[in-house]
């Protein structure tokens, strides 16, 4: 058990197909393996990707606390000593307009365990909604993953934009992922940094690079900001593995859910 109350780490990107849910368990993934006893949570209701990607069946999920009124601590998921999952849930429609009062009290309940975990990371579902909305009054640091298109920047700056009008006191970082080749991403690093400079968005302005499945480097990170110190370039190949892990589990899960629908067609 720690003995201070462990951050909260929202991952947010307002476009969808960023990434988001890769860094979120890759991140989980790496703080576990040194030690730091980690709670992810999914609260993208309807496709469960976390399970998918941590290669995991889990008995209860967030749609379970909403739908059964079961105690938080019956849906987490202990996946190793140091990795504890709430995942969302899959397949349930319904629940992708859950009220964001709900969420809230979900998120004021989670509150609670803040002292039991060393990091709790939220990876919230892609667009600018109510409930998304809502859990930026609950966390600490904001990670936004992006891409280096236009509309996908244009979008994250906005959301930034609108999260500080929320909530002022969280500290903001950006992740850039899939970047085109390494020149360019050095032009993207500066372009950004210097579009998240004019809105005042310092601590830090930018928390890294991927480009070919590997980490290029990072700009503007404090050395006492702990929290990103996983995308340190020191750390690439930490990242790698854990990266290409968890992309061949998602392949070996693909293959048995091909198998099982072509036997059923038989």
């Keep these: 058990m720690t003995k201070y109350a462990a951050p909260i780490i929202g991952m947010n990107g307002p476009k969808g197909g960023v990434g988001k849910s890769m860094m979120s368990a890759v991140f989980a993934s790496w703080c576990s393996c040194h030690h730091l006893k980690t709670l992810l949570v999914d609260t993208d209701y309807g496709f469960g990707k976390l399970e998918n990607l941590l290669n995991v069946d889990v008995e209860y999920r967030l749609t379970d606390y909403f739908a ?80 280096p298109d236009v509309l996908s920047i244009v979008d994250t700056l906005y959301f930034i934009k609108l999260a ?21 991403a050095l032009k993207i690093v500066e372009e950004l940094g210097l579009a998240l400079n004019q809105m005042n968005v310092t601590s830090p302005a930018l928390a890294g690079l991927i480009y070919d499945d590997k980490m290029l480097g990072l700009s503007q990170i404090p050395d006492d900001v702990d929290l990103v110190r996983f995308m340190h370039k020191k750390n690439k190949d930490n990242f790698d593995s854990l990266r290409q892990k968890l992309q061949q589990n998602l392949v070996m899960r693909n293959h048995r859910r091909d198998k099982m629908q072509s036997d059923l067609r038989l």
Excluded: C
């Excluded at 397949?91 to 809230?104: F, H, K």
């Excluded at 930026?136 to 936004?144: Q, R, S, T, W």
């Excluded at 969280?170 to 850039?176: A, F, G, P, R, S």
């Design 164 to 184: 500080r009008q929320i909530s002022p006191s969280i500290e903001h970082m950006v992740l850039m992922n899939r970047v085109v080749d390494e020149k360019g």
């Design 68 to 147: 059964k009124d079961l105690p938080l601590k019956r849906i987490i998921s202990h996946l190793s000593d140091h990795l504890h999952l709430i995942a969302a849930g899959h397949g349930l429609v319904s629940m992708a307009n859950t009220a964001a009062s709900y969420l809230g009290g979900f998120l004021l309940d989670l509150e609670l365990l803040r002292d039991e975990y060393d990091l709790i990371i939220i990876d919230s579902a892609s667009g600018i909604h109510a409930q998304q909305l809502e859990s930026l009054k609950f966390i600490d640091y904001n990670i936004m993953v992006t891409t």
